[in-house]
């Protein structure tokens, strides 16, 4: 079983220490793009972990690209989230004013002290965040960071693929994506050449696995479900069809890793203390990035968006109904890919199981949104009898 599904088994605790022994470490463009994001502390600790697995610290190409054209970008959106975050809250507090407009004569509400309370709580969110501003790493900090990052990864880049080269891959990639196989279909959307960073990075990493001879462990905050293997939520590890192409391919051992997995597993490697508050922030932040993936809020190779401020203000109830339209798509796709590949003369039963399980998956979750929007529904309906009980005794 274990030689003929080895996507679907974890190394043993022996294979593991022997593949760290051996193995390339392989940072994703989101996890050095992270280091601009980061405070002190945690972005040195990243920073000293992969130091001490140098030399078998390497890249692909095509992710040296992708950081060296968005670090400056994400910096840059660092910079301006104040400002993004004060207009929110400055919104946000005047709606919150004008419910009490309504209320200007009830018998118990003193609208006009409430008013004055959301004032004074805005206020010191807003002082805050000025003190915030005033003591952000300076554009020269940030390009020291840059420079970090540089001397951390040296000369240890993949060889620039040609373009000939690119464009094979590019008219595999339509054949690869139409087939649902990992990795990167799911920015099959994307336009142009942009859709097929993720498979020109799995590329790169195939090939200096087969010439190396080494094993690979990726650090990826990419949470597309082209890259793990899930179940009811949870992160099992990479695709089954990654780990079965590179011991195709390559006869080596693939493995991915959350940034805060990986830390924990590097901290026992190297026998080193690693920061709590590091983990703890880490943590925090892949809960974030999840949670924007469960609203519909995908992320984009490279340029990462994070936080609440850098969104795009979406009208209220307007994010469900869209995830539930996408749920009902996905749905009606899985089902009829489901019937395409069970009634093939050979069909690939590996596929058709992951086809399955994310059908379960979709399924379950359209019946979760059902579920809020039936209660949101109903608290409506209450606050309403309640706002209109009030108003008649008035």
């Known amino acids: 079983m274990r030689t003929r599904f080895p996507g679907h088994y974890a190394p043993t605790h022996e294979e593991l220490s022997k593949i760290w022994n051996d193995c390339l470490f392989v940072p994703d463009t989101n996890i050095l793009l992270h280091l601009f994001r980061y405070g002190t502390k945690t972005r040195s600790q990243v920073i000293k972990t992969l130091e001490g697995l140098k030399p078998r610290v390497w890249i ?63 206020f010191d969110i807003n002082e805050r965040l000025a003190e915030a501003k005033a ?57 142009g050449a942009n859709k097929f960073g993720d498979l020109l990075v799995w590329k790169e990493i195939l090939e200096k696995a087969k010439t190396e001879g080494r094993p690979i462990v990726m650090i990826s905050d990419d949470i597309k479900e082209d890259w793990w293997h899930e179940f009811r939520g949870a992160r099992i590890g990479a695709r089954p069809e990654l780990v079965e192409e590179m011991r195709d391919y390559a006869d080596q051992t693939f493995i991915l890793y959350s940034l805060s997995h990986f830390l924990r597993r590097a901290a026992e490697h190297l026998k080193q203390n690693i920061d709590s ?43 469900t109904t869209s995830e539930e339209a996408l749920l009902r798509e996905r749905l009606d796709f899985l089902r009829e890919e489901i019937q395409r590949e069970s009634t093939r003369p050979a069909p690939n039963i590996l596929r058709l199981s992951t086809l399955i399980t994310d059908r379960e998956h979709a399924s379950e979750r359209l019946e979760e949104i059902r579920l809020q929007v039936s209660y949101k529904e109903k608290a409506l309906r209450a606050i309403a009898e309640a706002l209109s009980v009030a108003g008649d005794k008035e």
């Not at 692909?60 to 400056?72: A, L, T």
């Not at 400055?90 to 004008?98: E, T």
């Not at 000939?164 to 279909?185: F, N, T, V």
């Not at 990035?289 to 984009?300: G, M, P, V």
């Open 60 to 122: 692909p190409y095509q992710v040296g690209v992708e950081f060296q054209k968005n670090w400056r970008e994400v910096d840059q959106a660092n910079r301006e989230a104040y400002d993004k975050v004060t207009n929110e809250i400055a919104a946000q507090a005047n709606k919150l004013k004008a419910i009490f407009n309504q209320f200007t004569r009830h018998q118990t509400i003193d609208a006009k002290e409430e008013q004055k309370r959301i004032d004074t709580f805005i």
């Open 135 to 191: 003591n952000h790493p300076s554009h020269t900090e940030a390009h020291t960071v840059f420079c970090e990052i540089s001397d951390l990864i040296g000369e240890s880049v993949g060889r620039r693929p040609s373009q000939d080269e690119i464009s094979k891959i590019q008219q595999e990639g339509e054949k690869r994506y139409a087939a649902l196989i990992p990795p990167g279909y799911r920015d099959a959307k994307k336009d």
């Open 277 to 319: 508050d590091a983990i703890a922030e880490i943590k925090f932040d892949e809960s974030q990035l999840r949670q924007a993936s469960e609203d519909n809020q995908s992320s984009e190779r490279g340029i990462i968006t994070r936080y609440p401020w850098n969104q795009e203000a979406a009208p209220s109830g307007t994010k």
